[in-house]
């Protein structure tokens, strides 16, 4: 059972560089999402995906940019990376909007 | 937009109970809540949609004042297993959702 699978676990950028970071799913959940997680600040929306095809702005969309690949994938891109964006990122899936999301183990990314 | 979590810490004795709560200052459709522990992805416990009633399973049960935009989270008899952070994620579309800061919770023997 993989569930939802990111990749890669860890990596360090430098300000400037460009990046994709990768999610898929094997549940043939409809909807998914990428988060950011900040000490202190929870998890934030950075985008979403409601349905294949489809993607949506979240509370923090700015610096980002995400494809819906096919069903299974959702991968977010960083085009420019700035050391604010150094977090851990989340990417979850659900079966439909508003149901219970499975998170993937995270990444772990510093820019320096 | 993002809910208000309180406690922000919590420190219990095995066996003691708990109260978590989560506050919006938006009409709310439905109310997550998931346990994350440190260094881990966060867990799904349950959700409580508008118009649903108090859920829970074993020890672990929430309810959803929709007037109040509040939910509460509760754990009784807690186990050691318990401890992590509990956040409440809520949504007034069923599609964006906001996460509060969390609530750190410890159990000690």
């Known amino acids: 059972n993989a569930g939802v699978t990111q990749t890669p676990k860890f990596q360090v950028l430098k300000t400037g560089q460009s990046m994709t970071l990768q999610c898929a799913q094997d549940?043939?959940?409809?909807?998914m999402y990428w988060y950011r997680q900040d000490p202190g600040m929870g998890l934030r929306l950075i985008y979403y995906?409601?349905?294949?095809?489809?993607?949506d702005k979240g509370e923090v969309p700015n610096g980002y940019n995400v494809s819906r690949l096919n069903k299974r994938e959702f991968s977010l891109r960083l085009e420019s990376a700035a050391p604010s964006q150094t977090s851990v990122y989340f990417c979850?899936?659900?079966?439909?909007?508003?149901?219970?999301?499975?998170f993937g183990d995270g990444t772990r990314l510093s820019i320096l | 937009q993002q809910p208000v979590q309180s406690p922000q810490a919590v420190i219990l004795r095995e066996g003691e109970d708990a109260v978590i709560n989560c506050s919006s200052s938006?009409?709310?459709?439905?109310v997550h809540w998931y346990r994350q522990k440190h260094g881990e992805a966060p867990v799904f416990l349950m959700i409580?949609?508008?118009?649903?009633e108090q859920k829970g399973h074993e020890k672990i049960s929430a309810s959803f004042n929709e007037k109040k935009q509040q939910s509460s989270l509760y754990l009784t008899a807690s186990q050691l297993s318990y401890s992590g952070t509990y956040f409440c994620?809520?949504?007034?579309?069923?599609?964006?959702?906001?996460f509060g800061t969390g609530t750190s919770l410890t159990v000690i023997p």
């Open positions: 979850a899936s659900s079966d439909f909007s508003n149901q219970p999301q499975h």
């Open positions: 549940m043939n959940h409809n909807s």
């Open positions: 995906s409601a349905s294949e095809g489809t993607t």
């Open positions: 938006k009409a709310l459709y439905s």
């Open positions: 409580l949609l508008k118009g649903g």
């Open positions: 994620g809520t949504s007034s579309t069923g599609n964006q959702f906001y």
